[in-house]
C-alpha cells in the first residue's frame, strides 16, 4: 500500500511538472507572438518614415530607436536595419526588459522570432558601407560574384587590440600604419596590423564585421573574371594586359590606355606604399594592396601602375606598408 502510495505521489509529480513545462511554453510562444506584433509596427514605421523624408538609415543602433522611429527604447537594447535583395527592410531587433532573451529577424514578409538566434543582416553591393567601429562610410562594388570595398580601409590600427603592443611608429612591431600619399584618405598598414594579429588566410583582420582581408585565390578570382589567361593566374611578375586599367579610377588619370581605364568599379588610387623604413614611396604612380596569404616569411600581393595596364602578383615582406581592400563574406 505505502509502495502504491508513493509511486502516485510520484506519478503527481512528473504530471505537475510536466503541466508547469507546457504552461511555461504556452506564455513564452504567447510572449514571441505578442513581441512579433511589436516588431512589425516597428517596421512600419521604419517604412513610413523612409516613404515621407525619401531617406534610408542602413544602421540604427539602440541610442536612436526612440529618435528616429517614435518608440520608446526601454525594451529593446540593440536595432539594426538593412535591406534584403528585393528592397525589403530587413529588421534585427534584441530585447530586454519586458522582452528579455528575445530576438527578431527579417522583414514584414517574413520575420523569425526567438531566443539565441543568429540573424545574418543582409547587404547590397553597391551600397554604402557603413563602418559603424569609426563612422567610415565605404563604397562597394560587385564584380563577378565577389563584392569588393570601392575603396581603401581607413581604420586605424591604434583602434585594435586595446592594451596589447601597438604602435603607429613604422618600426618592427610588425603593427603600424600610416597614411598614403597626400590627396588620398586611405591608410597603409605593416601585414600584422592588417590582420588584426591573426595569422589565418580569409581572416576578417581590420575590416568591418562581415568583410574579411582577401585571400590570394580571391585575387585570381577577380582577375579571371577581369580576363586574365587561365595559364598565367599563379605567374609571379606582372601580367594580364588590361586588367590593370580596368581597376584603375579613372578620375585620377593614371591608365596607361583609357579604353579601359576604370571600367570595373573597384577605383583603385594611385596613394603609393611605404617601405620598411616607412618611407612613402610611389605616390601617384602606385597601388598596392595585400592579401592574407603568406608565402613563407613573406606575403602575396597585388599592385598597379602607372606605367602599366597589367596587376602584379608578388609576395612581399610583410614589414612594408600596403594598402587593404575587404571582401564581403558570402
Not at 539594426?80 to 514584414?108: H, P, R, Y
Not at 601597438?166 to 618592427?172: G, H, M, Q
Not at 610611389?282 to 613563407?296: A, F, V
Request: charged share 25%.
Amino acid at each position: 500500500m505505502k509502495r502504491n502510495g508513493f509511486k502516485k505521489i510520484l506519478l503527481f509529480i512528473l504530471i505537475l511538472f510536466i503541466l508547469i513545462i507546457i504552461i511555461f511554453k504556452g506564455l513564452d510562444c504567447f510572449k514571441q507572438q505578442l513581441f512579433k506584433k511589436e516588431v512589425k509596427n516597428i517596421l512600419k514605421k521604419i517604412s513610413l518614415r523612409m516613404e515621407e523624408e525619401d531617406l534610408f538609415l542602413p544602421l540604427i543602433d539602440e541610442t536612436n530607436i526612440k529618435k528616429y522611429l517614435k518608440v520608446g527604447n526601454k525594451n529593446y537594447q540593440k536595432l539594426v536595419f538593412s535591406k534584403d535583395e528585393e528592397s525589403n527592410i530587413f529588421i534585427m531587433l534584441k530585447g530586454q526588459n519586458k522582452w528579455e532573451g528575445l530576438t527578431a529577424c527579417g522583414t514584414l514578409k517574413e520575420i523569425k522570432i526567438g531566443r539565441n538566434i543568429i540573424c545574418k543582416i543582409p547587404f547590397i553591393c553597391g551600397e554604402s558601407l557603413y563602418d559603424k567601429r569609426d563612422n567610415n562610410q565605404y563604397q562597394t562594388v560587385e564584380i563577378g560574384e565577389q563584392c569588393w570595398m570601392a575603396e581603401d580601409l581607413r581604420y586605424k590600427c591604434s583602434n585594435y587590440l586595446e592594451g596589447e603592443n601597438i604602435s603607429t611608429e613604422w618600426n618592427s612591431s610588425f603593427e603600424a600604419c600610416a597614411p598614403q600619399g597626400d590627396d588620398y584618405d586611405g591608410l597603409v598598414y605593416q601585414w600584422k596590423a592588417a590582420m588584426a594579429g591573426e595569422l589565418d588566410e580569409g581572416v576578417q583582420g581590420l575590416c568591418p564585421n562581415g568583410w574579411y582581408l582577401p585571400t590570394d585565390t580571391d585575387w585570381k578570382e577577380l582577375e579571371l573574371y577581369l580576363g586574365l589567361d587561365i595559364k598565367e593566374v599563379n605567374r609571379v611578375d606582372w601580367r594580364g594586359l588590361g586588367i590593370g586599367d580596368q581597376l584603375k579610377s579613372f578620375e585620377f588619370n593614371w591608365c596607361f590606355n583609357n579604353d579601359n581605364c576604370g571600367t570595373s568599379g573597384f577605383k583603385a588610387i594611385p596613394g603609393g606604399h611605404r617601405e620598411t623604413s616607412g618611407k612613402l614611396g610611389y605616390y601617384d604612380k602606385g597601388s598596392y594592396w595585400w592579401s592574407s596569404t603568406s608565402e613563407g616569411p613573406n606575403v602575396w600581393g597585388r599592385s598597379l601602375r602607372l606605367e602599366s595596364s597589367d596587376i602584379s602578383r608578388f609576395a612581399i615582406n610583410r614589414l612594408n606598408g600596403w594598402s587593404v581592400r575587404c571582401l564581403l563574406k558570402k
